[in-house]
Structure formats: C-alpha cells, structure tokens
C-alpha cells in the first residue's frame, strides 16, 4: 500500500522560511508526479508546486514563484518543499500528493491524484 508521509510543517513569521518533506512509502518513484497541493479553511485545495520524478522538471503555482522549490533525493526516493519569503497567505494545511506519470489532468487537478498524505500545518504570522 503506498503512503505518503509529510513532515516539517509549524509556525514561522512573516519573511521566515520552511521546508517541508513528503516521504512517499512505496512507490513507483522513477514514473510519478510528485505534488504538493495547500488548503486553508474556507478555500477550495490549491496545487502549490509539482516536480516530474522522471526528469526533474518542476512547475509552480504563479503565487509562490521565485520563492518556493521543489526538489527530489532520488536515493532517498524524498521530495523537499523549501519554501522563503513565506507570507500569511501560505498558511494552511500542506498536502503531498502523488500519481502515475502520464495523467491526461493537469497537475493542478486534485481528484487525478491517487495518494495522499495527511497534511502538515504551516502557519505563517504577521
């Protein structure tokens, strides 16, 4: 059965930074999009960024351009949201999300991704 384990999450000021760990557990890792998606109450999950484990290739959400990256540990089969210049807005519940690579969805869409992890918080104060 495939897990995804999220960890790093907590509270940093306005300005601060963070980085979060998705820990999938097992999984096909040489073939998969790799993604993390964020909700905060009141508002619909949001795909923050998504790395292609094939290639490396990474895109990201236009609100955290330039300020988050995504990256992988192919050996430790980990992927690492580092996360600078966090904002209150990027409070919420950080889900890891993964899927078999070649999904017809763009990578922003929930419902196309098969494994989830529980979330880790990340709140971010004025």
């Known amino acids: 059965q495939v897990r995804l384990m999220e960890s790093g999450g907590g509270s940093v000021r306005t300005g601060g930074s963070r980085t979060l760990t998705c820990t999938p557990s097992?999984?096909?890792?040489?073939?998969?999009?790799m993604t993390w998606f964020r909700q905060s109450p009141g508002k619909e999950r949001e795909a923050v960024a998504v790395?292609?484990?094939?290639?490396?290739?990474?895109d990201y959400a236009d609100s955290v351009k330039g300020r988050f990256s995504l990256t992988q540990d192919a050996v430790k089969k980990t992927v690492h949201l580092s996360m600078i210049s966090l904002k209150p807005e990027d409070s919420g519940m950080y889900y890891c999300?993964?899927?078999?690579?070649?999904?017809?969805?763009?990578?922003?869409?929930?419902?196309?991704?098969?494994?989830w992890g529980q979330g880790t918080q990340v709140t971010v104060s004025a």
């Open positions: 097992p999984f096909t890792w040489r073939t998969a999009d």
């Open positions: 790395i292609y484990t094939d290639r490396g290739a990474t």
């Open positions: 999300a993964g899927r078999r690579q070649g999904s017809v969805f763009t990578w922003r869409s929930p419902d196309s991704y098969n494994y």
